[in-house]
């Protein structure tokens, strides 16, 4: 089992669409979580952190999911520019890494 | 302005010829992280240094080597490139986690390395 999982897709959306993307986590010591946007050969850029209490940013809102070991993420009144691919990352304390999910793609269609 | 900044952006080898990328910060974070990325995959992680404190994965080949010369600059060398190791190499930074959790991580742009 990989340590952090996402359905890669892609998710094909309209704009307008709101759309959801989940994300798995296998170690259970695990402390900090984020969600990455990578856009087509550039670096991934922090979109978010996902805190306990669940956080907002404009269309994008995070949760976490410690009991059941899942963080997701809803992009609201979807944009083109949202096309992209979004990485879930998740850290552990001790290790000092941070482990990638494969990421998931999206594409928002006119 | 850059805080990660990775040189060259674009580097063209041959195989089997050495090749060095280089990444310096302007953080002055203790953590510096070094991934191969290749088409639709995730960063694979290949090392890291923790100040000084060199962290080599398991699964990477002795080919790729790292120096951390000081606090702002990393190289990564690549003894000898095979043409599997054509990808993006991305050089991030992360600050102290000795605290139990974790901000993010900061990218460079990235070196996209292509072996002839």
């Known amino acids: 089992r990989k340590e952090v999982e996402q359905d890669p897709g892609p998710f094909n959306v309209p704009e307008g669409a709101t759309v959801a993307f989940n994300c798995t986590y296998s170690?259970?010591?695990?402390?900090?979580f984020f969600w990455y946007r990578q856009d087509c050969r550039k670096e991934p850029k922090l979109l978010m952190s996902v805190y306990s209490s669940g956080n907002e940013d404009g269309r994008f809102t995070a949760q976490l999911n410690r009991a059941s070991q899942y963080i997701s993420l809803l992009i609201r009144d979807s944009k083109l520019s949202d096309s992209a691919t979004y990485l879930c990352v998740v850290w552990a304390s001790g290790t000092y890494k941070y482990i990638f999910g494969t990421g998931t793609r999206l594409k928002v269609l006119a | 302005d850059a805080m990660v900044i990775q040189n060259p952006r674009y580097q063209v080898t041959q195989f089997g010829k050495p090749v060095t990328l280089s990444c310096s910060q302007t953080l002055n974070h203790n953590v510096m992280y070094w991934y191969q990325q290749k088409s639709s995959q995730a960063p694979k992680l290949l090392f890291h240094?923790?100040?000084?404190?060199?962290?080599n994965e398991a699964d990477t080949p002795d080919n790729f080597q790292s120096r951390r010369p000081n606090t702002s600059f990393c190289f990564l060398d690549i003894r000898s490139p095979g043409l599997g190791d054509a990808a993006m190499y991305l050089c991030?930074?992360?600050?102290?986690?000795?605290?139990?959790?974790?901000?993010?991580?900061?990218f460079g742009p990235g070196t996209r390395l292509t072996v002839l």
């Open positions: 991030a930074t992360s600050r102290d986690q000795s605290q139990g959790s974790s901000d993010e991580q900061f």
């Open positions: 240094y923790y100040d000084k404190d060199f962290n």
């Open positions: 170690n259970s010591a695990s402390q900090s």
